[in-house]
């Protein structure tokens, strides 16, 4: 079935019994971004399948405990935009918490975050960003040119690199070999984090049982920061609105979040790598 291609994507190396709320919220609102009613369809066929799931099989056993989707509003049609964004406060305290040593994500997917919000990128778009894909970093134009493949239109797209998301990636960037600018740990700087690694970085994870034991739960970056909810997608309504405050045009930074070339490059530049600055 088409509607569930996504979650498959998203969800197909999981159990069942551990997609969280948080999970199917941030998975929904992704789809909804650019098809509200598909997110509805998507919602509805979750909800009925999860729902199926949880009925006694032919031993009496439940295949899933729970119904993630059961208590979610409808996340597209006549539902808002989210407009989330991040105080000053609340981003002072995550960018300096994902620094911390105790932190319950790698360093590459506390990287990833932060480069969502020094660039206004897509959330896949930093966890699959190439090395081959970053240019002039140590020149006076550094970008990140997107290949069509990541992009929603189907079109190569140019993202200016401010002086700050140089120094995230400069971290990133520790291996000299290294093929991807996240890479997993599950590779060897040749394999990119997945695309749900940042939401679930940031959800954390219920304990789940396997034929080796149970695993405990996993604590999400919010819940360790004390910070209120917020998606991955968030941090890039969030990078917006630092970019209009830095003085930024609104078309100038419409155009970086839809993804249209034109002399938006040289402006967002020119603008956001003079002001744009680590969070004091």
């Given at each position: 079935?088409?509607?569930?291609?996504?979650?498959?994507?998203h969800?197909?190396?999981?159990?069942?019994?551990?997609?969280?709320?948080?999970?199917?919220?941030?998975?929904l609102?992704m789809?909804?971004?650019?098809?509200p009613?598909?997110?509805?369809?998507?919602q509805?066929?979750?909800?009925?399948?999860?729902?199926?799931?949880?009925?006694?099989?032919?031993?009496?056993?439940?295949l899933?405990t729970?119904n993630?989707i059961?208590?979610?509003?409808?996340?597209?049609?006549?539902e808002?935009?989210?407009?989330?964004?991040l105080?000053?406060?609340?981003?002072?305290?995550l960018?300096?918490?994902?620094?911390?040593?105790d932190?319950?994500?790698?360093?590459?997917?506390?990287?990833?975050?932060?480069?969502?919000?020094?660039?206004?990128?897509?959330?896949y778009?930093?966890?699959?960003a190439?090395?081959?894909?970053?240019?002039?970093l140590?020149?006076t134009?550094?970008?990140?040119?997107?290949?069509?493949k990541?992009?929603?239109?189907?079109r190569?797209?140019?993202?200016?690199?401010?002086?700050?998301?140089c120094e995230?990636?400069d971290?990133a960037?520790?291996?000299?070999?290294?093929?991807?600018?996240?890479?997993?740990?599950m590779g060897?700087?040749?394999?990119?984090?997945?695309?749900?690694?940042?939401?679930?970085?940031?959800n954390?994870?219920k304990a789940e049982?396997?034929?080796?034991?149970?695993?405990?739960d996993?604590?999400?970056?919010?819940?360790?920061?004390?910070?209120a909810?917020?998606?991955?997608?968030?941090?890039?309504?969030?990078?917006?609105?630092?970019?209009r405050r830095?003085?930024a045009?609104?078309?100038?930074v419409?155009a970086?979040?839809?993804?249209?070339?034109?002399?938006?490059?040289e402006?967002?530049?020119?603008?956001?790598c003079?002001?744009r600055r680590?969070?004091?």
């Amino acid at each position: 079935m088409g509607y569930l291609k996504k979650p498959r994507l998203h969800w197909g190396h999981l159990p069942a019994n551990s997609i969280t709320p948080d999970d199917a919220a941030d998975l929904l609102d992704m789809i909804a971004e650019t098809a509200p009613v598909g997110a509805n369809r998507t919602q509805s066929i979750l909800h009925t399948m999860f729902k199926w799931a949880r009925q006694p099989g032919t031993k009496g056993r439940k295949l899933v405990t729970h119904n993630p989707i059961s208590d979610l509003e409808q996340r597209g049609g006549k539902e808002k935009r989210r407009e989330r964004v991040l105080t000053d406060a609340e981003i002072k305290t995550l960018w300096w918490g994902l620094e911390r040593e105790d932190l319950p994500a790698d360093r590459h997917t506390a990287l990833g975050l932060k480069f969502i919000l020094t660039t206004m990128v897509r959330p896949y778009q930093s966890a699959y960003a190439d090395v081959s894909e970053l240019l002039n970093l140590d020149g006076t134009d550094p970008e990140y040119h997107l290949p069509p493949k990541r992009v929603k239109r189907r079109r190569p797209v140019i993202v200016p690199l401010s002086e700050l998301a140089c120094e995230v990636l400069d971290e990133a960037l520790e291996d000299k070999d290294q093929v991807v600018v996240f890479p997993s740990r599950m590779g060897d700087g040749d394999i990119p984090i997945r695309r749900d690694a940042l939401a679930q970085a940031l959800n954390g994870k219920k304990a789940e049982k396997r034929k080796n034991g149970t695993v405990a739960d996993r604590i999400g970056i919010r819940e360790f920061l004390g910070l209120a909810h917020f998606t991955a997608h968030d941090l890039r309504r969030t990078a917006a609105t630092i970019a209009r405050r830095a003085g930024a045009p609104r078309a100038d930074v419409k155009a970086m979040l839809d993804h249209i070339n034109g002399d938006v490059t040289e402006t967002m530049t020119s603008t956001i790598c003079s002001k744009r600055r680590r969070p004091s």
